[in-house]
C-alpha cells in the first residue's frame, strides 16, 4: 500500500505526509497532522508513534510520540519541544514525509460499565488521553478529566474536552487558570470511600 515500507502485522513502517505542523504556542507546542490511512484505521487510545524527525543521520534514534487523536485516513500528535529532536521535528513543513513506524504499544485497557473513570492529564499528557476521551464518549461511559499544568499556556485541549460533554477541571501551579496547585490536589478530592472502585487513567507529569 502507498508508502508502506515494512508490514509487521497490524504495525507498519511507513512514509507519512505532513498535512499541517501548527504551531500552538510559540516555540513550545505543536500538533502535527500526518496522513497514515493504516495506522488511522487499527490505532487504539494509549498507542503511539515511532518518528525519524530528519532525513538525515541525526538524531539517529526515533522519537517516540502518543496518537492524539484519528480523522478518517489522518492521525494527529501533539508535542512540546524538549530538546533537538522536537525542535527539528517543529521545523518539517507540510507536504514532505516523516518516516514512522506504528501504532506501536498495547493501548489502554478499557474499562467495564459501572466503573467511575478520571482522566488526569498533565501537561502535554493531555495528547493520549484525548482520543481515550473520545473512545469513551462513543461508548458512552462517563468520566472526569483533570488537567493540570504550570501556567494558563500549558493548559491544552481544554475546549476540545468540554465539545465532548464530559465534566473537565483545570489546575495551574501558578493559578493562573483554574484551581491554584497541583492536578493532584483536583484528583484528592475526588477520590473514593474505600469501597468505591476507581479506575485512573494518567498521563504526563501528572
Ligand atoms: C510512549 C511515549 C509517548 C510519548 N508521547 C509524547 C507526546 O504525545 N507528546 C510529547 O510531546 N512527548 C511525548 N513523549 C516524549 C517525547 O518522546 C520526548 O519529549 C522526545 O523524545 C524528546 O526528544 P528530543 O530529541 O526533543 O529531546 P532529547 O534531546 O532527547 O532530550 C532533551 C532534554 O529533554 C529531556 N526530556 C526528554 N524527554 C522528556 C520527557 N518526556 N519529559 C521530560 N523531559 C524529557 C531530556 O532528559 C533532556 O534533558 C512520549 C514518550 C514516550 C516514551
Given at each position: ?41 487499527v490505532s487504539k487510545p494509549g498507542q503511539f508513534l515511532h ?102 499556556e500549558d493548559i491544552l485541549c481544554r475546549d476540545e474536552f ?20 497541583l492536578v493532584t490536589d483536583l484528583l484528592q478530592e475526588l ?16
Open positions: 500500500m502507498g508508502n508502506v515500507l515494512n508490514y509487521f502485522g497490524n504495525m507498519v513502517q511507513t512514509k507519512a505526509e505532513i498535512i499541517e505542523n501548527r504551531e500552538l504556542l510559540p516555540a513550545t507546542y505543536y500538533q502535527l497532522s500526518l496522513k497514515v490511512q493504516r495506522i488511522a484505521q518518528i525519524k524527525v530528519n532525513q538525515g543521520i541525526f538524531p539517529l534514534l526515533r522519537r517516540p510520540f502518543s496518537i492524539h487523536r484519528v480523522r478518517r485516513e489522518n492521525v494527529d500528535l501533539l508535542y512540546k519541544i524538549r530538546g533537538k529532536g522536537t525542535k527539528i521535528l517543529s521545523r518539517r513543513k507540510r507536504g514532505q514525509y516523516l518516516d514512522l513506524i506504528g501504532p506501536l504499544g498495547k493501548g489502554y485497557k478499557l474499562p467495564d460499565k459501572g466503573v467511575r473513570i478520571i482522566l488526569v492529564a498533565g501537561g502535554i499528557g493531555v495528547a493520549s488521553l484525548y482520543f481515550l476521551a473520545e473512545e469513551l464518549t462513543q461508548r458512552s461511559l462517563p468520566y472526569i478529566t483533570l488537567i493540570g499544568g504550570k501556567k494558563s468540554k465539545q465532548l460533554g464530559g465534566v473537565v477541571k483545570i489546575s495551574t501551579e501558578d493559578g493562573s487558570l483554574g484551581r491554584k496547585g477520590l473514593p470511600t474505600p469501597h468505591c472502585y476507581l479506575r485512573l487513567w494518567s498521563d504526563g507529569n501528572a
